[in-house]
T-cell receptor, first 112, second 115 residues
């Protein structure tokens, strides 16, 4: 089956620093989604990407849909303590299926 | 964004009993909903796809007789964990989304603890 490789697995950064994480796939996806999950909560959608090459921002967050359709990255600029959490990428392969494949997550810790 | 409500958020039950978890789409209709299971420090694992008006589609290794799914309306899907055992203790999360755009929103999750 399809697999998503998400890296890094965890990050410790200083408040104010920028953060970058990415996901790569063994096959093509038509939709890339980035979620954030806080402990004991469900994932919250951050950014959705629908076209190869698309670059989308949501406040301090920026994500891009790779040209090859097999990768995506998420950047967080000027990190703050509330950015702490687990970030998941998810991809949808294409028409006819709404199922998502998830990466294993990136755990972000922000040191004040 | 769209709102998905999940209830209860936390449940403790005795071994051998059944537990029902509800997932509702509050501001859109969802012909398809998804049920996930998440173990501590792990990613989400898709258990089944819930289809309104028809049988759910289960992922390999998920027992359909143990995890009963009912999707009787366009805004409600239920997951019933039957004859629960301690190994069923986990975090269960549902998701749903409008077909256009095709994205999924998640419920807040249900923490199940089986004693």
């Amino acid at each position: 089956g399809q697999q998503l490789n998400q890296s890094p697995q965890s990050m410790f950064i200083q408040e104010g620093e920028d953060v970058s994480m990415n996901c790569t796939s063994s096959s093509i996806f038509n939709t890339w989604l980035w979620y954030k999950q806080d402990p004991g909560e469900g994932p919250v959608l951050l950014i959705a990407l629908y076209k190869a090459g698309e670059l989308t921002s949501n406040g301090r967050l920026t994500a891009q849909f790779g040209i090859t359709r097999k990768d995506s990255f998420l950047n967080i600029s000027a990190s703050i303590p509330s950015d702490v959490g687990i970030y998941f990428c998810a991809g949808r392969p294409g028409a006819g299926s709404y199922q998502l494949t998830f990466g294993k997550g990136t755990k972000l810790s922000v040191i004040p | 964004g769209a709102v998905v409500s999940q209830h209860p958020s936390w449940v403790i039950c005795k071994s051998g009993t059944s537990v029902k978890i509800e997932c509702r789409s509050l501001d859109f209709q969802a012909t398809t909903m998804f049920w996930y299971r998440q173990f501590p420090k792990q990613s989400l694992m898709l258990m089944a796809t819930s289809n309104e008006g028809s049988k759910a589609t289960y992922e390999q290794g998920v027992e359909k007789d143990k995890f009963l799914i009912n999707h009787a309306s366009l805004t409600l899907s239920t997951l019933t964990v039957t004859s629960a055992h301690p190994e069923d203790s986990s975090f269960y999360i549902c998701s749903a989304g409008p077909s256009n755009p095709n994205i999924q929103y998640f419920g807040a999750g249900t923490r199940l603890s089986v004693l």
